[in-house]
């Protein structure tokens, strides 16, 4: 079988999320690196892939996909090794939900008012958003609690094994970490911060850096 293709660049939290999945199945793949914000914009081809221009894209044996969820699951459903979607009804709607709450909810949040404005911008030369930071804090609270009542009691955000919303999520956590704030917004939350330092030292998270 074809080797897959992923189109993006490495600090992507979706492309992370993507190469987390193959990493998971032992699926060996090649990464093209395509920087959304490069000086000159993106290649003018690369709309052949994403016709918004988003990042990842994936081709396998001629088939094309881009929207990380998809690849994602298709990665899963395509592959041999371990399944990364409950086969309990109930699991796998609890693993679409995480999902989608950290699409809709957590990413911006969690990610670009909070990460970007506190470690990012400022290691670059650019002044925090204080206000933007400070208006994030309550919404961070509310993704927060929300995964961590979804967790209820399991060792894994979805039930008792690991699944797509563990892949989905951790990039977006593993930026999050770095802000001193997320410390503090974590601490209530005992089965999220069992979760991460499970998460954080799988062999999957170790091959895939996000720089």
């Given at each position: 079988?074809?080797?897959?293709t992923v189109?993006g660049?490495?600090?992507?939290?979706?492309?992370?999320?993507v190469r987390?999945a193959?990493?998971?199945?032992?699926?060996?793949?090649?990464?093209v690196?395509?920087?959304v914000?490069a000086?000159?914009?993106?290649?003018?081809d690369?709309f052949?892939?994403?016709p918004?221009?988003r990042?990842?894209?994936?081709?396998?044996d001629?088939?094309?996909?881009?929207?990380?969820?998809?690849i994602?699951?298709?990665v899963d459903?395509?592959?041999a090794?371990?399944?990364l979607q409950?086969s309990h009804?109930?699991?796998?709607?609890?693993?679409?939900?995480?999902?989608?709450v950290m699409?809709?909810?957590?990413y911006r949040t969690?990610?670009w008012?909070?990460?970007?404005?506190r470690v990012?911008n400022?290691?670059?030369g650019k002044?925090a958003d204080?206000?933007?930071?400070?208006?994030?804090?309550?919404?961070?609270?509310?993704c927060?609690?929300?995964?961590d009542d979804?967790m209820?009691n399991?060792?894994?955000?979805?039930?008792?094994?690991?699944?797509?919303?563990?892949?989905?999520?951790?990039?977006?956590?593993a930026?999050?970490?770095?802000?001193p704030e997320?410390?503090?917004?974590?601490a209530?939350f005992?089965?999220?911060?069992?979760?991460w330092a499970?998460m954080?030292d799988?062999p999957c998270?170790?091959?895939t850096?996000?720089?």
């Amino acid at each position: 079988m074809a080797k897959p293709t992923v189109y993006g660049a490495r600090y992507s939290v979706y492309v992370r999320a993507v190469r987390l999945a193959l990493e998971e199945k032992e699926v060996a793949y090649d990464l093209v690196e395509v920087d959304v914000f490069a000086a000159g914009g993106m290649p003018g081809d690369y709309f052949l892939r994403h016709p918004f221009g988003r990042i990842p894209a994936f081709e396998h044996d001629g088939f094309r996909l881009y929207e990380s969820s998809a690849i994602e699951r298709y990665v899963d459903e395509a592959f041999a090794g371990p399944a990364l979607q409950p086969s309990h009804p109930r699991h796998r709607a609890c693993m679409n939900q995480v999902i989608s709450v950290m699409d809709a909810y957590a990413y911006r949040t969690l990610v670009w008012d909070i990460y970007v404005e506190r470690v990012s911008n400022p290691a670059k030369g650019k002044r925090a958003d204080e206000a933007r930071i400070a208006a994030a804090l309550p919404r961070a609270a509310t993704c927060l609690r929300a995964l961590d009542d979804l967790m209820a009691n399991e060792t894994w955000l979805a039930g008792p094994s690991l699944t797509l919303a563990d892949l989905h999520a951790a990039p977006m956590f593993a930026y999050f970490r770095e802000a001193p704030e997320a410390a503090e917004l974590l601490a209530p939350f005992t089965g999220l911060k069992r979760w991460w330092a499970k998460m954080s030292d799988r062999p999957c998270m170790l091959a895939t850096p996000s720089d």
